[in-house]
């Protein structure tokens, strides 16, 4: 299967299975001299891990990660780094009748179609334990960014038909809100919301926006390696997101030039700045040095208990009721999962951009 591996010069080689014995990474670009551990690591995974809230599925995993290379004496070597997580509560059985069945909202029939097999144990490949991988990964990329001066932040914009309320956000809440929404109010609103969809067995989308800060200017290419393009390849080839936007995104399309446009002011230490951020941080495929926001939109989890209709492998028409442990909302456990994508992507070309200008190699090896 080709397709696991993700970057040019900090590159990432994910593999596992859902129900198989673990889930890995294989990190190669990460400099030497970084601070990195498995407890630092493991802050990120414990984000995205099962099982912490009612509105997540009720599988209980540690999803403790162990590094098995690269590190010596608390610091990267500049080596591979290798880190695994094992699976340690799998219930195969709960899948054992859909490999007779297309589960509707879920790769299983794609699959069929291009390989001939899938792993029918919780979705192989393409289930959501997939990310594991991304978000151990992403944790290394996030703190290589973080000694850089550059921060990757990501929160659940709305919840349903719930949007937050920019002036009630505070980042400071997300980690209070069970949903991982800045705006506790509106956190209680969906809350409300998720309540009344899981006695009615059903699920809930939602939008994912993550802010960039402090990338400089320069970063991305023209043409077919852009900034904006590669974020939107990342944070898409997450399974559950069927849609991604740039600053104003969709809303740009329905804006004049007049309002669209963002004005370039002096600073008083003598830089360029904008006055607004409608580009979200982006233009011409390379970063403006202004915050870079981007969204994910993220479908409602396929799995509910709720009778659906599809077809088996023998052609014919049924109908079903999926059993097994599964989240009513994907949406807080998929947070990280975009921030980490998106500290992945930046990084990788923050290294590419280093070498697109003389002066500043020279600069490196003849300072």
Request: net charge neutral.
């Amino acid at each position: 299967m080709a397709g696991s591996v993700f970057g040019k010069h900090f590159q990432v080689s994910t593999w596992g299975e859902s129900h198989g014995k673990g889930i890995g990474v294989v990190v190669d670009g990460c400099p030497a001299g970084l601070s990195l551990s498995e407890q630092i690591v493991q802050k990120y995974l414990d984000r995205r891990k099962p099982g912490q809230t009612r509105y997540s599925t009720p599988r209980k995993e540690a999803d403790e990660v162990e590094i098995l290379s690269g590190i010596f004496e608390g610091k990267t070597t500049g080596t591979p780094i290798s880190m695994v997580v094992y699976n340690t509560s799998q219930r195969s059985k709960d899948y054992s009748e859909i490999a007779e069945y297309f589960r509707p909202g879920h790769a299983d029939y794609t699959f069929d179609q291009k390989y001939g097999f899938r792993d029918y144990r919780g979705g192989g490949r393409s289930s959501g334990r997939e990310t594991i991988s991304r978000v151990a990964a992403g944790a290394v990329a996030s703190e290589v960014l973080k000694s850089l001066g550059v921060t990757v932040a990501a929160y659940s914009k709305e919840i349903g038909c719930i949007k937050i309320d920019e002036t009630k956000a505070e980042l400071g809440n997300i980690m209070k809100s069970p949903l991982y929404m800045p705006d506790l109010e509106a956190s209680r609103k969906a809350e409300l919301l998720l309540e009344q969809k899981m006695k009615e067995q059903d699920s809930v989308g939602g939008v994912i926006e993550c802010i960039i800060k402090g990338l400089p200017a320069g970063v991305g290419d023209p043409v077919f390696e852009k900034l904006d393009a590669n974020l939107a390849k990342a944070v898409m080839s997450i399974g559950a997101v069927k849609g991604f936007e740039i600053g104003d995104g969709f809303a740009a399309a329905k804006s004049f030039g007049s309002e669209n446009n963002d004005a370039f002011v002096m600073k008083e230490n003598g830089s360029v700045a904008k006055m607004t951020n409608h580009a979200g941080g982006i233009l011409g495929g390379i970063s403006d040095g202004s915050d870079i926001v981007l969204r994910a939109a993220v479908k409602p989890t396929p799995s509910i208990a709720r009778t659906q209709k599809t077809v088996n492998r023998q052609g014919q028409d049924i109908e079903i009721n999926i059993r097994g442990r599964h989240d009513p909302i994907i949406v807080p456990r998929a947070v990280v999962v975009v921030e980490s994508m998106a500290a992945l992507t930046v990084l990788d070309m923050l290294f590419v951009s280093m070498t697109s200008n003389l002066d500043a190699v020279k600069r490196f090896f003849y300072r």
